[in-house]
């Protein structure tokens, strides 16, 4: 009997299962990068993170409560979580970096480029020229840190109407509402003059061979966008066209109060968006969900999002 009893707790013993205490969420999100082939040429969406937007007052033309409405459609509300990402483009023979996120000036989630720039194999000095779509800080505060040139080896271009203007102490004291935004966009672009860096282009010019600008003034007195053909496949980065793509889309004509020419801003999305539905080429955006890509088709009046299909490059 005793032995009897004996095996029955040795076999309750081993069988039993263990007593671990349960694992800690981690709560961290994968590297953010998306690396995918157009033509010849590698690109690589960035994620600078993502910031959190009062949409529902944000936007323009469009009364608050349709404007949840429109949000709750697509299981999001405000405020909303929006991506902030730039794009890397390896030509080959150059590397060429289209903005350059937040540097976490939009909150505790934002500045993740960096760190997201080496987890996708570059490191910030293997980069030859940076494109700026404008110089709002969540495209350009990335530049420096701690007041020092992050792409030390790099060239800076954006559109001559978009520095003439935010550049410009005069302007500021113009616009003194918008000083904020002045004294961001000459703390992160002003080493870049000094050091000689800062080369600015006019209209619509080929920057490199198969990248090229288009004029705007909708966003921003000079918001350009690029375009990025390889062996006959095309890719528009479109900058800040969009920034609401659960109203947007549907409602082209809706506006946001971050755009300093309401009228050109929503004339030059519809302008944009059409070419893009005609042409079926891809387009790229800076607050799109990330890794913001993809191709749009006509819908009614509005537009589809069709996020690009995921491949492994190769």
């Known amino acids: 009997m005793i ?105 505790p989630n934002t500045g993740k480029f960096a760190a997201n720039l080496k987890a996708a194999g570059y490191q910030p000095e293997q980069v030859d020229e940076v494109y700026i779509t404008h110089m709002h800080g969540d495209h350009v505060a990335g530049l420096v840190a701690n007041g020092q040139r992050v792409f030390t080896n790099a060239i800076v271009r954006a559109q001559k109407q978009e520095s003439d203007f935010w550049l410009s102490k005069e302007n500021m004291e113009k616009n003194p509402a918008k000083a904020d935004f002045f004294k961001g ?54 900058g800040d066209l969009i920034h609401v793509a659960a109203v947007q889309m549907d409602h082209p004509e809706v506006t946001i109060s971050f755009d300093s020419d309401q009228k050109a801003a929503a004339a030059e999305r519809r302008q944009a968006f059409d070419a893009a539905a005609r042409g079926g080429y891809l387009i790229g955006a800076a607050h799109l969900q ?19 299909n995921y491949s492994i490059p190769r």
């Open 3 to 107: 032995k009897q009893t004996a095996l029955a707790a040795l076999a309750a013993a081993l069988f039993a299962a263990p007593a671990f205490a349960a694992a800690p969420m981690v709560k961290t999100q994968a590297p953010g990068y998306f690396r995918m082939m157009l033509g010849d040429f590698e690109i690589t969406a960035i994620s600078d993170g993502t910031t959190e937007l009062p949409v529902d007052t944000l936007l323009q033309g469009m009364k608050k409560g349709e404007i949840d409405s429109e949000l709750k459609k697509h299981f999001v509300q405000s405020p909303l979580e929006t991506s902030i990402n730039a794009f890397l483009i390896n030509t080959g023979s150059k590397l060429i970096l289209v903005d350059s996120g937040a540097a976490g000036v939009f909150g």
């Open 185 to 238: 966009a000459m703390a992160s672009l002003n080493p870049y003059v000094s050091a000689g860096k800062y080369k600015p282009f006019e209209g619509d010019v080929e920057l490199a061979p198969g990248v090229s600008s288009h004029s705007g003034k909708g966003h921003t007195p000079g918001h350009a966008t690029y375009v990025v053909q390889s062996k006959g496949q095309k890719l528009v980065l479109i």
């Open 290 to 308: 990330f890794p913001g890509i993809g191709h749009l088709e006509k819908e009614g009046k509005g537009y589809e999002f069709i996020p690009v």
